[in-house]
């Protein structure tokens, strides 16, 4: 019989001799590859050195240096070749064209100042200070949870324990993001490709590498045809943050705020740290098991939720409406990849799952299809003036009951000069200065 710890005939699982097995940490270190595919050990000298990088003085509760080294190892373990100078030129000539078909589509100027061709590394490197803003506050909350929900009696004892989880919280997430980060270089095609404006603002950057792997996907299109698609849609994504000023910091500012008041099951919490014995590694290791970072969305979160599903569906409806209407002449293979891209969007990926394990929300827009209607007969029925009128503010913004009935948005009004002169007033007030703020 063998002695070989794990072994078929050694009586033991592949996960008796991991000493971390049930703790954060086992997620820690198989998220940077630990743990080999029959579990056990892992090679403690390589992990000692991540370790030490994870747990290393910081601002803020997540060490970004660290995120981005990881992200940057997780999106390696696929080609990532550098993008020559034929790739960039191709991502500027379709941009460029995409831009003088949206010309005849919208009001809303151009908002491309520069191209670009990514590479993954660089997708990851590029939109890393956005990733900060939504990320951090999560942290930051899971940590003053666990504070708030320790007993009195055991915060006075616990004071390097508290420090100790307050790193470990900090590196799980760190190790999260980086991978989720690193799966999702793997996948995005665009600096706007989840919904999210992600890059620098007036940059229109596409991932040649990705681009490629999905067109090989869409069976009688031409890449050249995918790469122009996929172009006019981040043109269009970026001449709408540009046309409509505060919608960049309303969508990252709601996800922000989202993060940063989730609420965490503290009577759970309490209930684990209250039949915690100091002394006692193994109940320790029980009570970090298992739930203890769980985080519930409160009712108000609920709410919001709705609101910036409501507001990505909205965003992602009039980009798909706009570029219909730019390629209804132009482009016979558009209608093929505007249903591709529905479909790829509506089904989820790595960004949806990297959302919804850290604050448990999804950036599906559940809704496109509907919010493409509204805009599109807004359009038929008023004009393009009135459809894109209608960014001027967040106050005027469809509802989740007007999605409901898209064809009936505004059907009684037949002009922008409908609007009274208050609310006219109000939307150009909000133009000028930024959205209202008051409730």
């Given at each position: 019989?063998s002695?070989?710890p794990?072994?078929?005939?050694?009586?033991?699982g592949?996960d008796?001799?991991?000493?971390f097995k049930?703790?954060p940490f086992?997620q820690?270190?198989?998220?940077m590859?630990?743990?080999?595919?029959g579990?056990?050990?892992?090679?403690?000298?390589?992990?000692?050195?991540q370790m030490?990088?994870?747990?290393?003085?910081?601002?803020?509760?997540?060490n970004?240096?660290?995120?981005?080294?990881?992200?940057?190892?997780?999106?390696a373990?696929?080609?990532?070749?550098?993008?020559?100078?034929?790739?960039?030129?191709?991502?500027?000539d379709a941009v460029?064209?995409a831009?003088?078909?949206?010309?005849?589509?919208t009001?809303?100027?151009?908002?491309?100042?520069?191209?670009?061709?990514?590479?993954?590394?660089e997708?990851?490197?590029?939109?890393?200070?956005?990733?900060?803003?939504?990320?951090?506050p999560?942290?930051?909350?899971?940590?003053?949870?666990?504070g708030?929900?320790?007993?009195?009696?055991?915060?006075?004892?616990?004071?390097?324990?508290?420090?100790?989880?307050?790193?470990?919280s900090g590196a799980m997430?760190?190790?999260q993001?980086?991978?989720?980060?690193?799966?999702?270089a793997?996948?995005?095609l665009?600096a706007?490709?989840?919904?999210?404006?992600?890059?620098?603002?007036?940059?229109?950057a596409l991932?040649?590498?990705?681009?490629?792997?999905f067109?090989?996907e869409?069976?009688?299109v031409?890449e050249d045809?995918?790469?122009?698609?996929?172009?006019l849609?981040?043109a269009?994504?970026?001449?709408?943050f540009?046309g409509?000023p505060w919608?960049?910091?309303?969508?990252?500012?709601a996800?922000?705020?989202?993060?940063?008041?989730?609420d965490?099951d503290?009577?759970?919490?309490?209930?684990?740290?209250?039949?915690?014995?100091?002394?006692?590694p193994?109940?320790?290791?029980?009570?970090?098991?298992g739930?203890?970072?769980?985080p519930?969305?409160?009712?108000?979160?609920?709410a919001?939720l709705?609101?910036?599903?409501?507001?990505?569906?909205?965003?992602?409806?009039?980009?798909?409406?706009?570029?219909?209407?730019?390629?209804a002449?132009r482009?016979?293979?558009?209608?093929?990849?505007?249903?591709?891209?529905?479909?790829?969007?509506?089904a989820?990926?790595p960004?949806?799952?990297?959302?919804?394990?850290?604050?448990?929300?999804?950036?599906?827009?559940?809704r496109l299809?509907?919010a493409?209607?509204?805009?599109?007969?807004?359009?038929?029925?008023?004009?393009?003036?009135a459809?894109d009128?209608?960014?001027m503010s967040?106050?005027l913004?469809?509802?989740?009951?007007?999605l409901?009935?898209?064809?009936?948005?505004?059907?009684?009004?037949?002009?922008?000069?409908t609007?009274?002169?208050?609310?006219?007033?109000?939307?150009?007030?909000?133009?000028?200065?930024?959205?209202?703020t008051?409730?």
């Amino acid at each position: 019989m063998s002695d070989t710890p794990g072994d078929p005939g050694s009586g033991q699982g592949p996960d008796d001799d991991n000493p971390f097995k049930g703790t954060p940490f086992e997620q820690i270190f198989s998220q940077m590859g630990g743990f080999g595919a029959g579990g056990g050990m892992p090679d403690l000298n390589a992990l000692m050195s991540q370790m030490q990088s994870l747990f290393a003085p910081h601002d803020g509760p997540v060490n970004w240096e660290t995120v981005t080294d990881l992200a940057r190892r997780a999106a390696a373990q696929e080609p990532d070749p550098a993008v020559g100078a034929a790739q960039s030129a191709a991502v500027a000539d379709a941009v460029r064209l995409a831009d003088h078909w949206l010309d005849t589509t919208t009001e809303f100027p151009s908002g491309v100042s520069t191209t670009a061709a990514w590479s993954r590394a660089e997708w990851i490197v590029e939109t890393i200070d956005v990733w900060k803003v939504l990320v951090e506050p999560i942290a930051g909350s899971a940590t003053t949870a666990l504070g708030d929900a320790m007993p009195e009696e055991m915060r006075q004892l616990a004071g390097p324990l508290m420090a100790m989880l307050g790193k470990a919280s900090g590196a799980m997430v760190a190790s999260q993001v980086g991978s989720g980060l690193g799966a999702l270089a793997g996948d995005v095609l665009s600096a706007s490709d989840i919904g999210l404006p992600l890059g620098p603002i007036g940059k229109a950057a596409l991932l040649p590498t990705n681009v490629k792997a999905f067109a090989a996907e869409v069976p009688d299109v031409t890449e050249d045809d995918v790469l122009l698609y996929l172009a006019l849609r981040e043109a269009a994504h970026q001449r709408l943050f540009a046309g409509v000023p505060w919608l960049r910091d309303h969508l990252i500012g709601a996800v922000a705020e989202y993060g940063a008041g989730m609420d965490f099951d503290t009577s759970g919490m309490e209930e684990k740290l209250r039949e915690v014995d100091l002394a006692n590694p193994a109940a320790m290791q029980d009570a970090l098991a298992g739930g203890l970072f769980d985080p519930e969305p409160s009712a108000a979160q609920k709410a919001a939720l709705q609101k910036l599903e409501v507001t990505l569906a909205l965003v992602e409806g009039w980009v798909d409406e706009v570029v219909s209407q730019a390629t209804a002449e132009r482009m016979p293979a558009a209608a093929k990849l505007q249903e591709t891209v529905r479909r790829r969007r509506a089904a989820g990926g790595p960004a949806e799952q990297t959302f919804a394990t850290l604050v448990g929300l999804e950036l599906r827009p559940r809704r496109l299809r509907d919010a493409s209607t509204l805009w599109g007969s807004l359009r038929t029925r008023q004009g393009a003036e009135a459809r894109d009128g209608v960014w001027m503010s967040p106050h005027l913004l469809p509802t989740a009951e007007d999605l409901d009935d898209p064809l009936g948005f505004r059907e009684d009004s037949v002009a922008p000069g409908t609007l009274s002169d208050e609310e006219f007033d109000a939307g150009l007030r909000d133009l000028l200065d930024g959205p209202d703020t008051r409730g």
